[in-house]
RNA sequence: GCCGCUGUGGCUUAGAGGUAUAGCGAUUCCUUGGUAAGGAAUAGGUCGUGGGUUCAAUUCCCACCAGCGGCUCCA
């Protein structure tokens, strides 16, 4: 980037006609700045491999020069003959704009003529020494080797160890993972950022295929589209993530999903990492949507009066959305969206000692959760990262954490708190492709309690700040799905036969009968079937297409359908059945009766949320949505 | 965001500088069928979007969008 800096009596300009096909939409034509440092700029292609750090660097300069010059009026005039290696004019002007916000938040008066217009000027420069400077700055640039040895300083400071159940900390390289294949995997992705095998994700097939969820063009990326089967299914893992969290004692709330840039507390917070915000404007103020549902939580702990007998406190919203403005080249299916459903609880406590009993709830909580859900202990990896001073004087308290998952763990450790969290739990999926994905999670934040200002009356009467339990028991619940799905790809690999949990399954009887004649049966054997004796919803449906029985099963096959009954003249008589079970373990016997059937459904998923068919009863009523 | 690959009816796909192939699905008809695809006919496409080259572009070139792979990132 090019800057040329003129200490000017005063600029102005008028704008005369476009010099790109698609310059910035102007709102002021002409406009005029006094006592301004004037600042003309080219952004040029070596600023595009790092946008974020050329902004960096030129506030910095800018920043350097203003105040040399006790000038507090800056205007930004985009400039491209300063240079003959222009960057692409939609990242030049995407700097541009940062660089105006940035400059603002250091709060100089800021003005900008717009980008991509020829433009009439007129400047007067004061003439004195510094009055005219010119810059160029290569965006790490002549820090590139400072950066870089300062980022090797924190990966030295960082170290990755195996924690095995009787307290050991072994070397990743020297470790025996025979039997932790996925610890493997996942120690060497977090370490090394590195993984084997390279294809599609396999949940992205299944989810269009099952009609779960699809991408939407018409959107941003990463926002997807749920089909009736894939709301069906994310409304009871919601249901249930709910109720255990509801259980554990978790106040649930509504927060706003978008927050004023400027706000005091936040802005601070948001000042590292503004370009990965979706932003807004409504009327002048700005906002940015949220990532998390922490803003909100705390803000309403902020204004409440909190005794200590109250704690810990914990809060809980189940965000639909949080927004995260990821990379677009991390996106991937289930995976990795920018608009996701995420369950956040926070618990404000005490002290240390009441933030580690906590967290050991909160562990067993999400460790179950998941498991109820369909992810077993098996298929996720955990993640314990934390100071160095932390572990050596809780060095039981860990080791008793890894006895509760019962196998080893990968450690990370710092040399100092790098975050605002002194420990952190996750647990990790690892998919078909070896990548893996953090579920659950809860952290110990030990600055936001007083970032934020909350505050409790202590036995002493003394008012103090919480320590701020994050956790979320499930991880994003599209990608709790995600991680079903893939579960599911595996064992199709192996060459077992895949389907969802019975509690989840959209449709879990369906009814196929041999001829029309059967249809108003197999209706009052559903009704039957609900009859309300064990409170518990049987969702079942009749394939009455005209199709061949034989095609009719396929296609509940296909669907992956837990259950499938073929109704004809000997189920009347005998009024027996003969249960296809997609899960050949849930058979017990051959025949049952409608009652035996309906005990043995009841008895798998009473448990879990109840709701109705989220589909037309009749089959060849139904939508194809793919 | 960067580099690379891909983009053909709802889905899967063949193909080529002269507006396009098949299967599934849909519709209609025949078949009334007992545990993974019964048969026939009909309809359905400005070949991702926008420019350029050409007598002619869906095909070649450029840009953009989307998806995938890798990198980076993941508070």
Redo the contacts with the bound molecule.
């Keep these: 980037m090019k800057l040329l800096l003129i200490h000017s009596d005063y600029i102005e300009y008028e704008v005369k006609g476009k010099a790109i096909s698609n310059p910035e939409e102007i709102s002021l034509k002409k406009d005029r700045l006094e006592e301004a440092l004037t600042v003309f700029i080219a952004v040029e292609k070596n600023d595009?491999?790092s946008?974020r750090q050329a902004v960096l660097d030129a506030t910095a300069e800018i920043e350097k020069t203003a105040e040399q010059l006790k000038a507090k009026n800056i205007m930004i005039y985009p400039y491209a003959h300063l240079s003959s290696d222009l960057g692409?004019p939609?990242?030049a002007k995407e700097i541009l704009v940062e660089l105006e916000y940035e400059l603002k938040n250091k709060d100089f008066n800021v003005k900008r003529s717009p980008f991509g217009w020829y433009k009439a000027f007129k400047i007067s420069c004061k003439g004195h020494p510094l009055s005219e400077l010119s810059r160029d700055i290569v965006p790490g640039g002549k820090n590139e080797e400072e950066s870089e040895s300062l980022k090797k300083e924190r990966k030295l400071s960082s170290y990755w160890n195996i924690l095995t159940e009787d307290g050991e900390l072994h070397e990743i390289d020297n470790f025996n993972f025979k039997g932790h294949e996925n610890l493997k995997k996942f120690s060497f992705y977090e370490k090394e950022?590195?993984?084997a095998?390279?294809?599609?994700?396999a949940h992205?097939k299944l989810m269009?295929k099952l009609e779960i969820a699809d991408?939407e063009?018409a959107s941003?990326?990463?926002n997807m589209r749920f089909y009736p089967k894939g709301r069906f299914i994310k409304k009871l893992i919601e249901q249930y993530v709910n109720r255990r969290v509801a259980e554990y004692g978790g106040l649930e709330v509504e927060t706003p999903i978008m927050y004023d840039m400027d706000h005091p507390t936040l802005s601070k917070y948001?000042q590292?990492?503004p370009a990965?915000?979706y932003q807004i404007e409504s009327d002048k103020r700005r906002f940015f949507l949220r990532?998390a549902a922490c803003f909100g939580q705390f803000l309403m702990a902020h204004d409440a009066t909190i005794s200590y007998k109250a704690l810990p406190l914990k809060l809980y919203e189940l965000t639909k959305y949080s927004f995260?403005?990821?990379?677009?080249?991390?996106?991937?299916?289930l995976r990795?969206l920018r608009a996701f459903t995420m369950p956040d609880v926070h618990a404000m406590v005490s002290d240390l000692d009441m933030a580690m009993d906590e967290f050991k709830v909160r562990f067993d909580l999400s460790l179950s959760v998941l498991k109820n859900i369909g992810i077993q202990n098996d298929d996720i990896e955990m993640a314990l990262r934390t100071t160095k001073d932390f572990y050596e004087e809780n060095k039981e308290f860990i080791v008793d954490l890894v006895k509760r998952l019962g196998k080893p763990i990968l450690m990370e450790t710092w040399d100092e708190r790098i975050?605002?969290?002194i420990l952190k739990f996750e647990f990790n999926f690892v998919d078909m492709?070896d990548?893996a994905?953090a579920l659950s999670t809860d952290q110990i934040d030990i600055e936001n309690g007083e970032r934020y200002d909350i505050k409790f009356t202590d036995k002493d009467g003394v008012q103090k700040h919480p320590l701020i339990l994050h956790c979320s028991p499930s991880g994003a619940i599209e990608r709790v799905i995600y991680a079903l799905l893939e579960k599911e790809a595996i064992k199709m690999q192996k060459g077992q036969?895949p389907m969802l949990p019975l509690w989840l399954s959209p449709t879990q009887v369906r009814f196929v009968?041999?001829?029309?004649?059967f249809v108003s049966d197999c209706e009052k054997f559903i009704e039957e079937l609900n009859s309300s004796k064990y409170g518990v919803i049987i969702r079942a449906d009749i394939d009455d297409?005209?199709?061949?029985?034989?095609?009719k099963?396929?296609d509940a096959?296909?669907e992956w359908v837990p259950i499938?009954?073929?109704?004809?003249?000997?189920?009347l008589e005998s009024n027996s059945f003969?249960p296809?079970f997609r899960d050949t373990n849930f058979a017990e016997k051959k025949t049952y009766s409608l009652d035996e059937l309906k005990e043995k459904i009841s008895e798998n998923v009473k448990d879990y949320p109840q709701d109705l068919l989220p589909l037309p009863l009749h089959m060849s009523k139904r939508v194809?949505f793919?």
């Design positions: 595009e491999k946008p692409r939609k990242i950022k590195s993984r095998i390279k294809q599609e994700p992205v269009q991408y063009p941003d990326g990463g948001l590292r990492f990965r915000q990532f995260r403005r990821e990379q677009s080249g991390e996106l991937a299916g990795r975050f605002y969290f492709s990548k994905s036969k009968p041999v001829k029309d004649e297409r005209e199709e061949s029985v034989g095609k099963i396929r096959e296909t499938i009954l073929v109704i004809g003249d000997k189920e003969t296809r194809k793919k």
